[in-house]
Antibody, heavy 120, light 109 residues
Framework: QVQLVESGGGVVQPGRSLRLSCAASGFTFSNYDMHWVRQAPGKGLEWVAVISYDGSNKYYADSVKGRFTISRDNSKNTLHLQMHSLGVEDTALYHC?????????????WGQGTMVTVSS | QSALTQPASVSGSPGQSITISCTGTSSDVGGYNYVSWYQQHPGKAPKLMIYEVSNRPSGVSNRFSGSKSGNTASLTISGLQAEDEAHYYCSSYTSSSTLFGGGTKLTVL
C-alpha cells in the first residue's frame, strides 16, 4: 500500500547534526514533489522544506534556511533531511509528506513521523 | 512567514454544523486557490480533507465542505459526528512555500 516511513530521529545535543530519512512505497516516488513538515510537542504543524520531483528545486522555511538541507534519491525511493546546528526550537515530530495527485500543493500522504529531541 | 490564523477551539453537538475560519493575507490565502484542510486525531498523522479551497479527496465524507472569501477560507462540517472530534489545520501555498494555520480543536459535545 501507499506509505511513507520516517526514520533517523533521536535525542541530540544543541549544536549537533542529525539526518532524517523517509522511505516511500506503493507509488511512483519520482513523479511527486515531497515535503518535510514538523510538529513541536502539543503544537501545530509547521512546514519545513520541499523538494521537486527531480530534485532540481528546493525551498525552505525561514526558520531552517541555511541549517537544513532536503534531498532525495529517486533510485531508492527515499527522501532525506540533513539538519545542522540544531537548537531546542527544532524539537518536534518530523513528518514527510507527498504532494498530489489531487493538487500540486496539497499533501495526500503523510508518514507517522520521527521524533527529534534537542536537549543538553 | 506568519502562520495563518485559526480559532483555537470550536464546539458543537452531534448533528449540528460548525465552521472553522482560516485568515491569511493577499500573499497566501487571498492570492491562490491552493487552500487545503487537514484533520488530525491524537497520535495520528494528518489527513487531507479539502484541497484547492473546496474539493474533497476520494473517500472524504460530503459532510465536509470548504469555501473562501477574500483572505479568509472556511471549513464547514455538517451533521457533526463523534468521530469528527479532532484538530483541524488549514494550509495555503505562498510563493514557493506552504503556510499552516495554528490549528483548531473541534470538540463534539
Amino acid at each position: 500500500q501507499v506509505q511513507l516511513v520516517e526514520s533517523g530521529g533521536g535525542v541530540v545535543q544543541p549544536g549537533r547534526s542529525l539526518r532524517l530519512s523517509c522511505a516511500a512505497s506503493g507509488f511512483t516516488f519520482s513523479n511527486y514533489d515531497m515535503h518535510w513538515v514538523r510538529q513541536a510537542p502539543g503544537k501545530g504543524l509547521e512546514w519545513v522544506a520541499v523538494i521537486s520531483y527531480d530534485g532540481s528545486n528546493k525551498y525552505y522555511a525561514d526558520s531552517v534556511k541555511g541549517r537544513f538541507t532536503i534531498s532525495r534519491d529517486n533510485s531508492k525511493n527515499t527522501l532525506h533531511l540533513q539538519m545542522h546546528s540544531l537548537g531546542v526550537e527544532d524539537t518536534a515530530l518530523y513528518h514527510c509528506a507527498k504532494e498530489g495527485p489531487y493538487s500540486p500543493h496539497a499533501f495526500d500522504i503523510w508518514g507517522q513521523g520521527t521524533m527529534v529531541t534537542v536537549s543538553s | 512567514q506568519s502562520a495563518l490564523t485559526q480559532p483555537a477551539s470550536v464546539s458543537g453537538s452531534p448533528g449540528q454544523s460548525i465552521t472553522i475560519s482560516c485568515t491569511g493575507t493577499s500573499s497566501d490565502v487571498g492570492g491562490y486557490n491552493y487552500v487545503s484542510w487537514y484533520q488530525q486525531h491524537p497520535g495520528k498523522a494528518p489527513k487531507l480533507m479539502i484541497y484547492e479551497v473546496s474539493n474533497r479527496p476520494s473517500g472524504v465524507s460530503n459532510r465536509f465542505s470548504g469555501s473562501k472569501s477574500g483572505n479568509t477560507a472556511s471549513l464547514t462540517i455538517s451533521g457533526l459526528q463523534a468521530e469528527d472530534e479532532a484538530h483541524y489545520y488549514c494550509s495555503s501555498y505562498t510563493s514557493s512555500s506552504t503556510l499552516f494555520g495554528g490549528g483548531t480543536k473541534l470538540t463534539v459535545l
